[in-house]
């Protein structure tokens, strides 16, 4: 399946993965944000073959550090990587535990991007999880994946596993159904606003990087997963994700807030996707109505019912009652595409076509043949939404003046729950649909576990 000019490294170690069993098909089910979450099933993508390598984490910080290249060793190749290390964190970014006060972080990022060197068309995101190293590798020759083996795999210290997407073992399952979801969509897209009034519509000119306020949400199962590398694993994940957002919509994510559920119980205890995101939904508008932001996501270690491993309200950016999104643990190098996936739907994003190729980050259905890119009409599809919009702040570089003020939507909408920041007045009209929209999603996703 493999061709000649994929990464194949001499191999030191090989780790055969035939008896991981196909992962369900993540049929990721449109239905509108406008309280009509978009749901992502996974189509498996189990890993088949893999190689492994040492990699120690502190050489690579120590050569991004001083300016130097960090060889990549793949048994008889190395690659020389030149890094830059990438902050995706907000100068005031809050930790809380449990839902408690926020404390600023004092630890350095440790998330990297770059390029290989004399390939300025490939791309590098790194970052150091603990003692350890995850990230991809993309250049002319295709992808090359590195996460580090478990403890119970590994043999000595700083043993990675390496793969391509050749290895991935995609079990493809989609599907796409749509819901009473879309009237409320549909009832949204005639009240939006005027096009001749560009009042209703941001400043940002062509060109300019608009910023993403994240915050992000950790519930109890996730955080037994990575235990004290929770935050990094994030960070990481975060990091592969802003990398495809400013290549291809103009967009850099900045986080604002982690919370991390240490222990159970946590406020969540839904497994049905839908209900799960009703219930998260409600208890950040309940309680953390103070934390300014454009979207919030939850990252669950929860095994969510049916084939479904994410799920989203779609357009819901600067509705700050909607903006919530959550993507389900997947161990392996799909995961930044499944938070990718996810928060495009927070951004105007719906799916691509069933059976359209190549399959981009919007197709229903997620596995190794997705491409880390976004489609030329979900490209299109964010554009506009944007444009629409005016709480998303142009990134500030260095010279520049200030942005257009923006930062996250307002924390207090207007009844209903349609949310701050979508420029001009509420119309009555939206009030109503959102009303019947937040009773729909009640009653097809209880946030009480008893019905």
């Known amino acids: 399946m493999e061709t000649q000019d994929r990464y194949r490294p001499a191999r030191r170690a090989t780790i055969v993965r035939v008896a991981l069993g196909a992962v369900a098909g993540l049929i990721l089910t449109f239905l509108g944000f406008d309280s009509a979450p978009a749901q992502t099933p996974l189509n498996g993508g189990s890993v088949l073959d893999e190689d492994v390598v040492l990699i120690d984490p502190a050489d690579l910080d ?30 005031d970014l809050m930790l809380s535990r449990s839902g408690g006060p926020g404390t600023a972080m004092s630890s350095r990022a440790r998330t990297f991007r770059g390029v290989v060197r004399g390939q300025p068309d490939s791309v590098v995101c790194l970052s150091i999880v603990g003692d350890a190293v995850r990230g991809h590798v993309r ?33 493809l399952n989609e599907g796409c159904a749509t819901t009473a979801a879309e009237h409320v969509s549909a009832a949204l897209s005639r009240i939006a606003p005027d096009e001749d009034d560009p009042s209703a519509f941001g400043t940002a000119a062509a060109g300019e990087m608009r910023v993403v306020e994240l915050a992000i949400d ?32 103009n967009l850099s994510l900045e986080i604002v807030h982690i919370n991390i559920w240490d222990d159970e119980p946590d406020p969540y205890t839904e497994t049905d996707p839908g209900a799960l995101l009703v219930e998260f ?13 454009d979207t919030v996501h939850l990252f669950t270690g929860k095994d969510l019912d049916g084939s479904t491993i994410g799920i989203a309200y ?28 996810e928060i495009g739907h927070n ?18 259905s997620l596995g190794a043949s997705n491409l880390d890119e976004f489609s ?6 964010v554009a506009a939404f944007v444009a629409s919009t005016s709480c998303l702040a142009i990134q500030v570089t260095s010279g520049d003046g200030g942005g ?13 729950g349609g949310g701050g920041g979508g420029g001009g007045p509420v119309d009555p009209v939206l009030i109503v649909v959102l009303l019947l929209a937040g009773i729909w999603s009640r009653r097809r996703c209880p946030a009480d576990p008893s019905h």
């Not at 992808?143 to 083996?149: A, H, Y």
């Not at 030329?376 to 599809?381: L, V």
């Not at 003020?405 to 909408?413: A, E, F, H, Q, V």
């Open 376 to 381: 030329d009409t979900s490209i299109a599809d």
């Open 139 to 171: 250049d002319e020759r295709g992808w090359l994946f590195i996460e580090p083996l478990t403890p119970a795999e590994a043999t000595q210290p700083h043993e990675h596993r390496i793969y391509n997407e050749g290895d991935i073992d995609p079990f």
């Open 218 to 249: 950790v519930d109890a199962e996730f955080e037994a997963i990575h235990g004290a590398g929770t935050t990094a694993y994030i960070e990481s994940v975060i990091n592969q994700v802003d990398a495809i957002y400013e290549a291809d919509l």
């Open 404 to 416: 257009d003020g923006g930062g996250g939507g307002d924390s207090t909408p207007p009844a209903g």
């Open 314 to 341: 779609t357009g819901a950016v600067c509705f700050t009652s909607f903006a919530y999104g959550l993507s389900q643990e997947y161990p392996s190098s799909l995961m930044p595409l499944l938070v990718a996936h």
């Open 347 to 364: 951004l105007g994003a719906s799916h691509d076509p069933s059976g359209s190729s190549p399959r981009y980050i919007m197709y229903p």
């Open 281 to 293: 939904r409600n208890y950040w508008n309940t309680n953390h109505g103070s934390i300014q932001r």
């Open 62 to 91: 120590a050569a991004v550090v001083d300016g130097d290249v960090f060889w990549l060793v793949l048994g008889d190749e190395s690659l020389p990587l030149l890094l830059q290390p990438v902050d995706l964190r907000a100068p």
